[in-house]
C-alpha cells in the first residue's frame, strides 16, 4: 500500500450521486458519477448508501490508503456533525445516523456535512480564499443555499440549523415553503420561482435560455433584484471578508451579473459593508462537491487527530 492518503469524497444529490479520491494536495481522481435513483425512494436508502461506499471501496479504494471517508448531503445535520436529519429531495434519508454506521460497517473515520458547506470548502480553495476572515456563500439552484466560514470553521449553529438564509420570512410572499413556512424568502428568490415567473410571465419561455433572451424583461430584472434582498441581508449582518456566488441559476449562459451586484449594492448599508464588496463567482464543476468533500474530511480529521 503506497504512503499517500486520500479521502474518499462523496456528494450525495437528488439526481446524482459522486465520488472520487481527494488527495491530501486536493487533487482529484478515481472520480465516478451515477445516478442516485437507486437510493432515492428506496425503503432502505442508509443500506444502499453504505453498499455505494463499500463498492466504491472495493474497486476504485483497492490498495490505497483511504484516510476517511467525508459525505455532503443535501439535507439538515445535527449538531455533531453524525446524524442526517431531513433530505427533503431523498427518500429515506431521514434520521439517518450516518457517521457511526459507515464507522462500524468500514472502519473508517467518517465526516458528514452539508452539500453547500462542502461546496463553500471547495470555493475558497479554488479561488485562493484565505481561512482568516469571514466568507459568506450563496448557491442558487432549486433552492438559496447558504453556507458561512468563520475563520476556517463552518458556521453550525446550535442545532446545526444554521445558515439558513433561504428560510428568512418575507412580508407579502406567496406559496408554502418546502419547510412547511409560508413566509420565506426561498418563495421567490429560488430557481423554482424562476421557472414560474417562465411559465406565468414569459409565456412558457425556456428557462436555459431566459438570461440569454430576457435579462431585460422587467419580470428577469424584479427576479434579480428580489434575490439581491436576502444576499445584502446576510451581507450587512456578516461584513464578510469575500462573498462566493453560485449554483445552477448563476451558472445559466447570460446571468446578469451587473445587476445582481447593483442591486446588492443599493440594499448594502452605507458606506459599510457597501463600498468593500469582494465577490468571487465559483467555477461550475461536476467535480466540486466532492473535492469539497475531501478537503472538509481532511481538516476534519486534523481536528480530532
Ligand atoms: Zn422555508
Known amino acids: 500500500m503506497s504512503d499517500k492518503k486520500y479521502m474518499l469524497g462523496i456528494d450525495i444529490g437528488g439526481t446524482n450521486i459522486r465520488a472520487g479520491l481527494v488527495g491530501e494536495d486536493y487533487n482529484l481522481s478515481d472520480f465516478i458519477i451515477e445516478s442516485s435513483t437507486q437510493i432515492m425512494d428506496a425503503e432502505h436508502a442508509a443500506d444502499k448508501l453504505l453498499l455505494f461506499v463499500k463498492r466504491y471501496l472495493d474497486d476504485q479504494g483497492k490498495g490505497k490508503n483511504i484516510a476517511g471517508i467525508s459525505l455532503g448531503f443535501p439535507s439538515t445535520i445535527d449538531r455533531d456533525r453524525k446524524v442526517v436529519l431531513s433530505t427533503p429531495n431523498i427518500a429515506g434519508l ?23 458547506d462542502m461546496l463553500l470548502r471547495h470555493d475558497m480553495f479554488k479561488g485562493s480564499i484565505p481561512d482568516e476572515g469571514i466568507t459568506a456563500a450563496f448557491y442558487l439552484g ?11 470553521e463552518l458556521l453550525i449553529g446550535k442545532n446545526g440549523a444554521a445558515a439558513e438564509l433561504g428560510h428568512i420570512p418575507s412580508r407579502d410572499v406567496q406559496g408554502k415553503c418546502g419547510c412547511g413556512n409560508t413566509s420565506c424568502v426561498e418563495l421567490f428568490a429560488s430557481g423554482k420561482h424562476l421557472r414560474e415567473v417562465c411559465d406565468t410571465e414569459l409565456g412558457g419561455a425556456f428557462i436555459g435560455n431566459v438570461f440569454k433572451e430576457h435579462s431585460e424583461d422587467p419580470a428577469i430584472r424584479k427576479f434579480i433584484h428580489d434575490l439581491a434582498i436576502p444576499v445584502a441581508a446576510e451581507i450587512n ?13 448563476v451558472q445559466m449562459p447570460g446571468f446578469p451579473k451587473e445587476q445582481l451586484e447593483t442591486a446588492i449594492h443599493e440594499y448594502a448599508r452605507k458606506p459599510y459593508p457597501e463600498q468593500n464588496l469582494d465577490f468571487v463567482y465559483s467555477v461550475p464543476g461536476q467535480e466540486n462537491g466532492v473535492i469539497g468533500a475531501g478537503i472538509h474530511g481532511f481538516k476534519q480529521a486534523k481536528k480530532r487527530a
Open 142 to 152: 432549486t433552492g438559496l443555499g447558504n453556507a458561512i466560514a468563520i475563520n476556517g
Open 94 to 116: 431521514d434520521n439517518v445516523p450516518v457517521v457511526d454506521t459507515i464507522e462500524a460497517q468500514v472502519g473508517i473515520p467518517t465526516y458528514i456535512d452539508t452539500d453547500v
Open 237 to 249: 449582518i456578516l461584513d464578510p471578508d469575500y462573498i462566493i456566488i453560485g449554483g445552477g441559476v
